[in-house]
């Protein structure tokens, strides 16, 4: 199997992250240079009409792309340790806050990045009203997973889960739009450092 992927961009580090945390090694890791828009060239659109990084492509060539749905295919070959949960309820719960910080952090993360930065003004319609808009849903989530870390150890409950990689990688990423967890929430400083020692961090 390929991943294609790409170091620099949030969604590709959740699945090599998920890799790392499951001590997957026999996936060939190609980097797509979003930079030099190779995302954007036929040969990568034959595989993600939406030229999006990350997908995996399978030994038969089928190609799946989307993070959650990569990340689900490989829990079911590499079951351990298990990230998406054991148990229905644990399942529910860390599908839940997965899709809570997806919805509520990770995308206005990502349009504040498109339209607050203009990184990408040269391949879409950029609204710096949207970016500015999109900053201030992102902050309001801080608070929501500073609650939910104040009772639990990790983020949907006393495991670590997806839930974690996907908030890891969106408050890392969040930096180049200046939004930063700081000392007024400190159950995410401690959360944050436990993350920080995971082998997967650097992965």
């Known amino acids: 199997m390929k991943l ?9 580090r959740r699945v090599v992250m998920v890799m790392a945390e499951k001590g997957i090694t026999d996936i060939d890791v190609i980097n797509v240079d979003l930079m030099k828009g ?12 939406l030229c999006k990084v990350p997908v995996l492509e399978l030994d038969d060539g089928t190609c799946i792309s989307e993070s959650a749905a990569i990340i689900r295919y490989l829990e ?12 229905p309820a644990e399942k529910a ?4 806050w997965d899709r809570r910080l997806e919805n509520s952090f990770m995308q206005p993360v990502g349009f504040c990045f498109q339209h607050g930065t203009g990184f990408f ?13 999109s900053m201030l849903q992102a902050q309001k989530f801080l608070p929501v997973l500073e ?5 639990h150890p990790f983020i949907a409950g006393e495991h670590f889960s997806v839930a ?15 939004l930063r967890a700081g000392d007024e929430y400190p159950a995410i400083q401690r959360w944050y450092s436990a993350m920080q020692q995971r082998p997967s961090y650097n992965a």
């Open 121 to 133: 003004k040269d391949r879409m319609n950029v609204v710096p009203a949207w970016g500015e808009e």
């Open 93 to 96: 719960i860390i599908d839940m």
């Open 164 to 178: 974690d990689i996907t908030a890891l990688c969106t408050l890392e990423f969040a930096r180049v739009i200046k």
């Open 147 to 151: 609650q939910q870390l104040q009772q």
């Open 76 to 87: 079911s070959l590499y079951p351990q340790p298990p990230l998406l949960g054991s148990m």
């Open 38 to 49: 190779d995302n954007l060239s036929a040969e990568f659109r034959a595989r993600n009409p």
């Open 4 to 12: 294609y992927s790409a170091p620099q961009a949030l969604n590709p």
